[in-house]
Nanobody, 126 residues
Framework: QVQLVESGGGLVQAGGSLRLSCTAS????????MGWFRQAPGKEREFVAA??????????ADSVKARFTISRTNARNTVYLYLQMNSLKPEDTAVYYC?????????????????WGQGTQVTVSS
């Protein structure tokens, strides 16, 4: 079993920054690709960013490119995933989820992720 726990969400003014963290522990393999997704009230969950098992490949949604950066650190039985969010906009307000898939290659498709965290709320005020 794998557990994902997000942290770092909060309330920030437009133009500000936040850094989300996700700790993946349990029977986690460093070879798992991981990603960040978000869901705003009344909207479907959407892709934000993804990273391959070794960080060599990253993908970003067009809406966050050049503002968000995904990164990771692999340790024994633990993976630390990060999302640095800069120049935040009110439309970035959502619950942010980290996810892990059972393959090493990154994906932008939410249905290809097997493990999910509980989410952390990010609210950007105008």
């Amino acid at each position: 079993q794998v557990q994902l726990v997000e942290s770092g969400g909060g309330l920030v003014q437009a133009g500000g920054s936040l850094r989300l963290s996700c700790t993946a522990s349990g029977r986690i393999e460093g070879a798992y690709a991981m990603g960040w997704f978000r869901q705003a009230p009344g909207k479907e969950r959407e892709f934000v960013a993804a990273i391959s098992w070794n960080g060599g490949t990253t993908y970003y949604a067009d809406s966050v490119k050049a503002r968000f950066t995904i990164s990771r650190t692999n340790a024994r039985n633990t993976v630390y995933l990060y999302l640095q969010m800069n120049s935040l906009k009110p439309e970035d307000t959502a619950v942010y989820y980290c996810a892990a898939r059972l393959y090493s290659t990154a994906s932008i498709q939410s249905h290809e992720y097997y493990y999910w965290g509980q989410g952390t709320q990010v609210t950007v005020s105008s």
